[in-house]
């Protein structure tokens, strides 16, 4: 692993604040573009996971969390990809920096895929995660991707089953949908 990513993520987690859960994404979005990087070798995931693990969280249980999600973002990544082609105009999922294809791979895969994560959660992280890792504009470049999606997703009359029961708890801020709760960041 490059050192400035080790540097980068070792300030990341020693930051007392951070969730497990975001600790957990930035592991998985270090794998993802590790795997990205190393040429998307399938056989090498394990590998992957296994030195990200050693290099930025040895002894942080995730209870499984970056591998299933790694998982589940290689077996739908077609279908991811080809949902931030279309809602990426002008550019291509290929065109785009490895560090912003992969938060939008996770991005895309927590709002599209995941039930048990709530679309304002999938979307922020990943946000945040863009504003960490990627480029000065990358936070407004996810915010619009994932939001476009979102948007597209509303229009369809598509919810997901952590929205509903956030919607039921009154859990969503202002009795917005989660469309509506999503800033401009």
Wanted: no cysteine.
């Amino acid at each position: 692993m490059p050192a400035v990513w080790r540097a980068l993520l070792f300030s990341v987690y020693s930051q007392q604040s951070m969730s497990n859960r975001h600790l957990a994404r930035t592991m998985a979005m270090q794998v993802l573009y590790e795997w990205d990087f190393r040429g998307k070798e399938a056989v090498r995931l394990p590998e992957v996971v296994a030195l990200v693990r050693e290099e930025f969280a040895p002894k942080f249980d995730d209870g499984g969390y970056v591998e299933q999600q790694v998982g589940e973002i290689i077996n739908h990544l077609p279908a991811i990809d080809t949902m931030i082609n279309t809602f990426m105009p002008n550019w291509t999922v290929d065109s785009i920096t490895i560090i912003d294809r992969n938060i939008l791979r996770l991005g895309v895969y927590e709002l599209r895929f995941d039930q048990s994560i709530p679309s304002k959660v999938a979307i922020n992280e990943a946000i945040e995660l863009g504003k960490k890792f990627g480029g000065e504009a990358s936070g407004k470049f996810v915010n619009g991707v994932l939001g476009a999606i979102l948007k597209d997703m509303a229009a369809k009359g598509e919810k997901k089953e952590a929205d509903v029961e956030r919607e039921k708890r009154g859990d969503v801020a202002d009795g917005a949908s989660p469309e509506e709760s999503i800033k401009e960041k």
